[in-house]
C-alpha cells in the first residue's frame, strides 16, 4: 500500500500538468465556474512544477539546482516589487506574492515543456 501511495506522489511530482489538468476538472465540478478552477489549479499545483524543473535539471545535467531556483524566485519577487513600488509608491505585498506565484507558473510550465523535450530528443540522438 505504500509503495502505491509513494508512485502516486512521485508520478504527481514528475508529471505536474496531468495534476494541473485534474485539479482544473475536479475544482470546475466543485466551483462551477472555469476562471476561478483554473486560478486555483494554478495556485495549488505551482510548487509541482517548480519541484519537477529541479528533478529534471538534475537528472539531465547531474546537478543541485534548487539553490538557483530559490534565487530566482526571489529576484522576481524583487523585481516586481520594484515595479510595483515605482509605479504606486506604494506595495502590496500580498498582489506581488500572487503576481509571483503566477508567473512562476507560467515560467516553470514552460521551462518543464522546454526541459521534457529535451531529454526526449537527448535520449534519441544519444
Known sequence: MFDFVL???AFIITIPIVATVGL???????YGNPIRALHKAVNWTT???????????TNLFNG????????????LLTILITFQWKKHTEVDIKKALKL???????I???FYI?????????????
Do not use: D, P
Open 100 to 106: 509571483s506565484w503566477r508567473l512562476c507558473f507560467l
Open 64 to 75: 543541485n539546482y534548487i539553490g538557483y531556483i530559490i534565487v530566482f524566485l526571489l529576484l
Open 47 to 57: 510548487i509541482l512544477h517548480i519541484i519537477a524543473g529541479n528533478v529534471l535539471l
Open 7 to 9: 508512485f502516486i506522489v
Open 24 to 30: 482544473y476538472f475536479i475544482l470546475k465540478l466543485v
Open 108 to 110: 516553470f510550465f514552460c
Open 114 to 126: 522546454v526541459l521534457v523535450l529535451y531529454g526526449i530528443i537527448e535520449r534519441i540522438i544519444g
